[in-house]
């Protein structure tokens, strides 16, 4: 695990946008997964910008997005679809035939679920996931109690996460979705590398207990310290609970939250 503290949710963008950068001009042929909310909103207009430095091409990348609410059309405008057209693809040059979503439209969602499962195998397999994560720990949509061999499924969502959504639906709770298409805890661990990014005071908690804490299904994130190949980018109010800890636990970790600019990755 290698755990980036950064000055602030600009310094934590940057730091991703750059590392995420860096794997496609490494593999042009990358296939990416990619995460909803707020969090990688920043990461994402990072890499739009060096797209249009003409730093980076998408060309000939793949991306498979964690997850979808059942129900929404991809035009609604709080589908995941629709945060991906808005936030990324209306603005870099991914061939629209390389982007998979999971459909939550799908008349059969177990089917979707499993031939979403096959495509990734088809593509090769996941490179690098990006993931946000949820105050109550979940990663894509695996709630607590999501197993470490859960894959691509339909679950219900938790009351936390309905309540923390609603503010995408004008606060009104029934117009928020329950349910979801997500990617299993066994499909992201399965990615080669996975980018967990986390902003503000309100995520401090969790990630302390996702990255020291027991590793159980009642924090689905803490499986990620399984994780061969784990980096997490955090500002400083989400790793405000951690920094003495980091010593004390041997972890690799870089404090850039005094500094500015800077940083492992220029
Ligand atoms: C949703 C998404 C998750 C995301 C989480 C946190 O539930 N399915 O992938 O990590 O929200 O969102 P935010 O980044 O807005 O805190």
């Given at each position: 695990?290698?755990v ?42 990072g890499?739009?910008e ?12 793949t ?39 999971p459909?939550?439209?799908a008349?059969d ?5 499993i ?5 990734i195998q ?13 105050r ?7 709630e607590?109690?999501s ?10 969502l ?6 923390d ?16 298409v ?16 986390a902003?503000?005071?309100?995520k ?17 994130a ?9 980096t ?9 609970k ?22 492992p990755?220029?």
């Amino acid at each position: 695990m290698n755990v980036i503290i950064a000055k602030n949710y600009d310094e934590l963008s940057r730091q991703a946008a750059q590392l995420v950068a860096q794997k496609i001009k490494n593999n042009p042929k990358l296939v990416l997964g990619l995460a909803t909310g707020s969090t990688p909103v920043g990461l994402y207009q990072g890499l739009i910008e060096l797209f249009k430095q003409k730093k980076i091409d998408f060309q000939k990348i793949t991306t498979f997005n964690l997850d979808e609410y059942v129900g929404l059309a991809p035009d609604h405008p709080q589908s995941y679809h629709f945060f991906m057209q808005k936030n990324l693809f209306d603005h870099v040059n991914v061939p629209k035939e390389r982007v998979f979503i999971p459909n939550g439209q799908a008349p059969d969602l177990e089917k979707e679920c499993i031939s979403y499962e096959q495509n990734i195998q088809k593509q090769g397999g996941i490179d690098i996931q990006i993931l946000g994560i949820g105050r109550d720990g979940h990663i894509g949509f695996n709630e607590p109690g999501s197993s470490i061999d859960s894959r691509t499924r339909v679950v219900s969502l938790d009351v936390m996460t309905v309540n923390d959504n609603a503010r995408f639906f004008q606060q009104d709770i029934s117009l928020v979705p329950k349910q979801a298409v997500t990617m299993g805890i066994a499909t992201i661990l399965a990615a080669k590398e996975c980018l967990l990014l986390a902003n503000g005071a309100h995520k401090a908690d969790i990630i302390l207990q996702t990255l020291y804490g027991p590793i159980t299904e009642s924090i689905p994130a803490s499986f990620l310290q399984k994780h061969e190949n784990l980096t997490v980018i955090l500002d400083k109010e989400a790793a405000g609970k951690l920094s003495e800890n980091l010593k004390s636990r041997g972890i690799r970790y870089e404090d850039y939250s005094q500094k500015t600019g800077g940083g492992p990755l220029g």
